[in-house]
């Protein structure tokens, strides 16, 4: 039972950093005892390369 991810700037964990595009960023954490914090989404289309941009 681990803590999910955090939703910044927030004021917790000391997290104060402006999100550099929007008003908020996603901060996930990877843990001593071998745990980690992921997400995931479903997409419906390909993902396009940067380049292809």
Avoid: C
């Avoid at 104060?16 to 989404?41: C, P, W």
Wanted: no cysteine; aromatic share 10%.
């Amino acid at each position: 039972m681990e803590s999910p991810p955090d939703i910044h700037p927030n004021n917790i964990w000391g997290v104060n950093l402006e999100a550099q595009h929007g008003e908020t960023y996603l901060g996930m954490v990877v843990r001593d005892n071998g745990t980690y914090e992921s997400i995931f989404i479903r997409i419906d289309s390909p993902v396009k390369s940067w380049k292809d941009l």
